[in-house]
């Protein structure tokens, strides 16, 4: 997580293959019309404005007599480009050994709300596992790259390791194919404790890569593509997951959860994903949090 910030324009390294530049060439030269190259592209699954921004580039460096570009350019893109959900459609769905209602679904971000995600007796089960292993919460501060105690969270928290028990085991194995990513892909479970008062501020889960700790770990293992946030008890008042840019407070109810994605394939990261925990006013909240990778992942 880290501090918050936009950026209105992003530069895209778009690579291509030299198969790819040499239809472009081609096209090109024999007069194709910008849009009906566009459009071709379009059809095989290119993103828009890339298929766009490709056919600008080619044709700027034919117009001023440049060498036409080989094997990537460079493009700006001035907002977060959404593709299909790796989230699986439909009202529900399948995983492992259980189906999993979906309760409502956002488009940007690509977000989800899921009922009975765990049952109750897995969720005290968690709790009483972890009870006993809690620490106060930490953060990899975004400069230094060390672990400090959160300013912004003041929780107590604790990881189990992917697969520590062959109960764990199986939780791991149905939120993978909730998240519709591997196993490995997952981050350990992480547990959270929030007593009367304690709450997050707004902050992202994707990694910047403003420190040497985030930038290893982004090399080890790829960018965090996806949360899954599973409320373990019912909160008496207050604890809701607030996203604030869309105006969203989920509830947390026992068993339910709260997923969202926010990196793409082109490694954009949506700031529509910025999200907090609401203040507990009454009781406390428990909750488990997956994060997902783009490749296995390799802690430190």
Known sequence: MHALSRVSIMALQVKFSD????WLLHNIERGCAADDMVQ?????????????????AFQRARRIGATAPSGSVELEIDEYLYETPRLAPGTMLRAADREVPVLLRLERPALAVLEGVLSAEECGQLIELARGRMRPSTVVDPVTGEDKTAQHRDSEGMFFRLRETSFIARLDE??????NCPVEHGEGLQMLRYGPGAKTTPHYDFLAATNQANRES???????IST???YLNDVKQGGETVFPEIGLAVAPRRGNAVYFEYANRLHQVDHQSVH???AVHAGEKWAVTKWMRERPFVSA
């Open 19 to 22: 198969e790819f530049r040499q």
């Open 40 to 56: 071709s592209m379009v059809a095989q699954k290119f993103e828009p404005r890339i298929a766009r921004g490709l056919v600008e």
């Open 174 to 179: 149905r939120i993978s194919q909730l998240m």
């Open 218 to 224: 982004i090399a080890r293992s790829g960018q965090r």
């Open 228 to 230: 899954l946030v599973i």
């Open 276 to 278: 907090a925990g609401a």
